[in-house]
C-alpha cells in the first residue's frame, strides 16, 4: 500500500495538530546534544494490546476515549479512513471525506480538503451524523483552521483580501456560528492547540501608519463554550509564523511555533518568562507535537511507510535537561482528551502507534498501543566508499559513508590490507540522519598505507540488543613509485647499520607537517650487515615498483638484495668480484635517460665509471664505461636524482674542505660544468640521495652526522638545488650509525 501522503499545511489545522506529514530528505540532524534515553524511554510495553494490528502506512489522524482515527492510502490510490476501537480493536471505515482532522474527542472530522466537511459521533457505534459545507454557510473561501470536539473555526473572506474567525457548531439540528474577531484588517488564522475548551489561536494583520502598514503578529486564548472574541489588544506577543506552525496546550502550559528570519523557535509560556528554544538547521522544519508533564516534545516527522521519518525528540523546560531521543522515528501526533498523545513511530524494538504520557521520574512514559509487525531489525541500506583512493595530494582523506536503517547502534569499521594481512580497527562516528562516517588518512599501523587491494567490513550493533549487521566491500590504493620505498607506500625508507651490524628500516611521512620531516616507524630488518664495507641503495634495479639495495663485502665482492614490496629482501644475489678497486659507490639515480638507475664508482686514481643499469636481476649492470678523470678531490659522491629539472640524474660531490659541488647529469652518462653549492657540508658523515622525502615530486637528500640530520628539499634550481628542512630522524642518535643508505 502507498504511503500517506498528507501534505505540511495539515500541521494544526485541527486544534491539537496532526503531525501527518511529509518531510524532504535530510531534513533532521542531531540537536546540540542529543542523548539517547533508556531503551524503554519511560516504560514501552513489551506488546500491544490484544488484536491491535495497525497497517503499516497508517497516520495516526485523531482520538478519543473509546478509538483512534487512521489514515492510508487503499489500493487504487484512494484515501482510506478508519476508526480503530480501544474495546476490542475492531476496525470501522469512515467514509465521508478524504482528510481528516484531530479534534481531541470520539468526534470524527473529515472533510474533501476544501469547502466539504463531516462530522460524527464514534462513541456510541457511529450514532450522529452531521455535515457543512462552508462556502454556504459563509462564504466562498473559507477554510477550515482549526477543530476542538464538535466545534469548528472558519477563515471566512471578509473586505478585499481581508479575513474573518468564525466558531461553527450544530446545536439541535441548527447551525450555530459565531465570529471570534472584532479587526478589520486580518489577514489569516490558526488554531494550534487546545485543552478541555480552551485554545490558542495564532493571527496576524494589517497595522496601519498612514498609508504604509506593517504585519503583526499575534497569539489568542480564547473558550469554545462562551465563544469568547479573539481581541487584538495585548495579544501581539507571537512572532512570525505560518501554515507549519504547531503548538501545545496543557494545564501548565502553552506552547507554539514560530519562523523569525534567524531560524525556527519554540515557545513556552507557562509560570515565570516565556522560553525560547531555537532549532538549528538540521531542525528548521520541526514541529511541536505536544508537552507531556515538564517535556516539550518536537522533532521534523516525515513518512512511516518508508521509514522517511526522524526522531522524535524530547527535553525538559524547566529542569535545562538537553534533547534526547524518545522515539527512534515519528510521523504523526493526534492528542486525546486526557491530554496523552498517540504517536506513529518507532523504537529500536517495534513499529506502530504509541501512547505518551507523563512518566515518573519526570521523563514521559511510552506505551505500544498497535503494533505494525514490520520488523525493525537493523541493516546497512547503502555503502558510499570509492572504489579507487588517491592519497598523493597533501591532507587528503578517503571518504566513506554508511547509512542504516535506523540510529542507536554503534558501528565498527575494518580495513584489511589484503596483501599482507596488516588492518586498521576503528569506531565510526555518527553523522546524522542514520548515517555513519570515517575518514581515513591512509595511515595503516603507523605508517602510510601501502599500494594494493583492500578489504572493508562494517559491523553495526543496536544499543539496545539484538543482531548485528554487516556490510563489505572492497578498493584500491594506488600511490606513485618512489625508489627509495622498500614497503610500496610510496614514502621513503632510510637504511642504517648500527655499529653490531644490525640494518634498521625508518619510513618516513609524505608531506612533513610545517616544514618537519618526521618518521612513521622504524624496523629491524636482521643482523649481519658488519661483513659489508659499503651499503648503498639503488633503486628498482630488477624492474619492480620497490627499491633494491647492493652491499660489498670486505672480499670486494657486489652483492644485490632485491626488495620484495613488503619492507624485506630476497635473499642476496652475486654482481660480481673486484669492486674492491673502488673507493665510493653512488647509485639510484638514471643517469642516462632510459627510465632506470645506473651505479657510478670511483677508483683510486680519480676515475669516475658507470655502470648502466639493465633491468635484470641476474646481471643488474652494463660493462662500465668511463666518465672521467679528477675525481679524487672529492671524499663522498651522492646520486640524488633529477634535482635540478634537467634531462636525466645529478650527482653531489663534497671535497676536503667541505664544498658540496652539483654535477648536472646530461642524459647520455656524462655532466655538466660543477655548480658551488656551498660550503661546512664536512659537518655530516654521509649524504644520501633520499627519493621523493616532502612529496613534491622531487628526490631530496638526508645529511647526517654527529651535528644533526636534516632533510634537503630539492628546489629544481641548478644554483640554489636545496632547501634544509628539521627532521626527527636519528634525533640524538648522530654516532650510533656506520652506514645510511
Not at 482510506?80 to 481528516?100: F, R
Not at 469548528?152 to 481581508?162: E, I, M
Not at 489569516?188 to 503583526?216: P, W
Not at 486526557?338 to 521520574?361: H, K, M, P, Q
Amino acid at each position: 500500500m502507498a504511503s500517506v501522503r498528507t501534505t505540511r499545511r495539515r500541521l494544526g489545522a485541527c486544534a491539537a495538530t496532526v503531525l501527518a506529514v511529509t518531510v524532504g530528505a535530510g531534513v533532521l540532524a542531531s540537536p546540540g546534544a542529543v542523548a539517547a534515553p533508556a531503551a524503554t524511554a519511560g516504560g514501552v510495553a513489551a506488546s500491544p494490546a490484544e488484536g491491535a494490528k495497525l497497517p503499516v502506512d497508517a497516520e495516526i489522524v485523531s482520538t478519543g476515549d473509546t478509538g483512534y482515527l487512521t489514515s492510508r492510502k487503499g489500493d487504487l490510490g484512494n484515501t482510506v479512513l478508519e476508526w480503530h476501537k480501544y474495546a476490542d480493536g475492531s476496525v470501522m471505515p469512515v467514509n465521508t471525506g478524504t482528510m481528516g482532522h484531530d479534534s481531541n474527542s470520539d468526534t470524527v472530522v473529515t472533510s474533501d480538503g476544501g469547502s466539504s466537511v463531516f462530522l460524527r459521533d464514534m462513541k456510541n457505534g457511529d450514532t450522529w451524523y452531521t455535515s457543512f459545507e462552508l462556502a454556504a454557510v459563509f462564504k466562498p473561501g473559507s477554510r477550515l483552521v482549526g477543530v476542538v470536539g464538535h466545534d469548528l473555526f472558519v477563515s471566512v473572506p471578509g473586505t478585499g483580501d481581508y479575513r474573518e474567525l468564525w466558531q461553527l457548531a450544530k446545536v439541535n439540528g441548527v447551525d450555530q456560528k459565531t465570529k471570534l474577531t472584532s479587526g478589520t484588517y486580518g489577514l489569516d488564522y490558526k488554531v494550534v492547540a487546545s485543552t478541555g475548551h480552551d485554545l490558542i489561536v495564532l493571527g496576524s494583520r494589517r497595522v496601519f501608519s498612514g498609508a504604509t502598514y506593517r504585519t503583526e503578529y499575534w497569539k489568542a486564548v480564547t473558550n469554545v463554550n462562551n465563544h469568547s472574541v479573539v481581541d487584538w489588544g495585548g495579544t501581539s506577543n507571537a512572532g512570525p509564523w505560518n501554515q507549519d506552525s504547531t503548538g501545545a496546550y496543557t494545564a501548565d502550559y502553552k506552547a507554539w511555533t514560530e519562523y523569525p528570519a534567524e531560524g525556527t523557535k519554540l515557545v513556552v509560556a507557562g509560570t515565570g518568562p516565556l522560553r525560547t528554544f531555537t532549532m538549528d538547521r538540521s531542525l528548521s522544519r520541526a514541529v511541536i507535537a505536544g508537552v507531556a508533564g515538564n517535556t516539550l516534545l518536537y522533532g521534523a516527522p516525515g513518512q512511516a511507510a518508508d521509514e522517511t521519518t526522524s526522531p522524535l525528540y524530547a527535553r525538559g523546560i524547566t529542569n535545562g535537561e538537553a534533547p534526547y531521543k524518545l522515539l527512534e522515528h515519528f510521523s504523526s501526533v493526534a492528542h486525546a482528551p486526557d491530554g496523552s498523545l498517540l504517536v506513529r513511530g518507532s523504537t529500536a524494538e517495534a513499529d506502530g502507534l504509541f501512547r505518551i504520557t507523563d512518566g515518573s521520574g519526570g521523563r514521559p512514559a511510552v506505551t505500544l498501543v498497535a503494533d505494525t509487525g514490520r520488523s525493525r531489525a537493523l541493516t546497512v541500506t547503502a555503502s558510499n566508499v570509492p572504489t579507487e583512493v588517491n592519497l598523493e595530494q597533501a591532507g587528503r582523506k578517503a571518504a566513506m559513508e554508511w547509512t542504516l536503517s535506523r540510529a542507536n547502534a554503534t558501528v565498527d569499521l575494518t580495513l584489511t590490507h589484503a596483501a599482507t594481512g596488516n588492518r586498521l580497527t576503528t569506531r565510526v562516528a555518527a553523522a546524522g540522519d542514520n548515517r555513519y562516517a570515517f575518514a581515513w588518512d591512509g595511515v595503516l599501523n603507523g605508517i602510510s598505507a601501502p599500494n594494493g587491494g583492500y578489504d572493508w567490513q562494517i559491523t553495526a550493533t543496536p544499543a539496545d540488543g539484538g543482531a548485528a549487521a554487516t556490510a563489505s566491500g572492497s578498493f584500491q590504493v594506488s600511490r606513485q613509485a618512489n625508489p627509495h620505498d622498500y614497503n610500496d607506500n610510496g614514502s621513503t625508507d632510510v637504511l642504517a647499520r648500527d655499529a653490531s651490524g644490525v640494518l634498521w628500516r625508518d619510513d618516513l611521512f609524505d608531506w612533513p607537517p610545517a616544514g618537519r620531516v618526521t618518521t612513521a616507524k622504524r624496523t629491524k630488518i636482521g643482523g649481519g650487515w658488519q661483513v659489508y664495507n659499503q651499503i648503498e641503495a639503488v633503486g628498482n634495479l630488477a624492474g619492480a615498483p620497490t627499491g633494491d639495495v647492493v652491499a660489498r663485502d670486505t672480499s670486494g665482492v657486489l652483492w644485490l638484495y632485491l626488495g620484495k614490496g613488503d619492507g624485506t629482501y630476497a635473499s642476496r644475489t652475486k654482481v660480481g668480484a673486484g669492486w674492491q678497486v673502488y673507493n665510493k659507490i653512488a647509485g639510484g639515480s638514471d643517469l642516462t635517460g632510459d627510465g632506470r638507475p645506473d651505479l657510478l664508482a670511483t677508483d683510486a686514481s680519480g676515475v669516475l665509471w658507470l655502470y648502466k643499469g639493465t633491468g635484470s636481476a641476474s646481471a643488474p649492470f652494463a660493462a662500465r664505461t668511463k666518465v672521467g678523470g679528477g675525481w679524487q678531490v672529492y671524499n663522498q659522491i651522492t646520486a640524488v636524482g633529477d634535482i635540478a629539472g634537467g634531462a636525466a640524474g645529478d650527482l653531489v660531490a663534497r671535497d676536503a674542505s667541505g664544498v658540496l659541488w652539483l654535477y648536472q647529469g646530461d642524459g647520455t652518462g656524462n655532466f655538466a660544468s660543477r655548480v658551488r653549492i656551498g660550503g661546512g657540508w664536512n659537518a655530516f658523515s654521509q649524504l644520501v640521495g633520499a627519493g621523493d622525502v616532502t612529496g613534491d615530486g622531487r628526490p631530496d637528500m638526508i645529511a647526517y652526522g654527529p651535528g644533526g640530520t636534516y632533510v634537503y628539499q630539492s628546489t629544481g634550481s641548478a644554483t640554489a638545488p636545496f632547501s634544509r628542512q628539521t627532521t626527527n630522524l636519528y634525533a640524538g642518535e648522530g654516532g650510533k650509525f656506520t652506514s645510511v643508505a
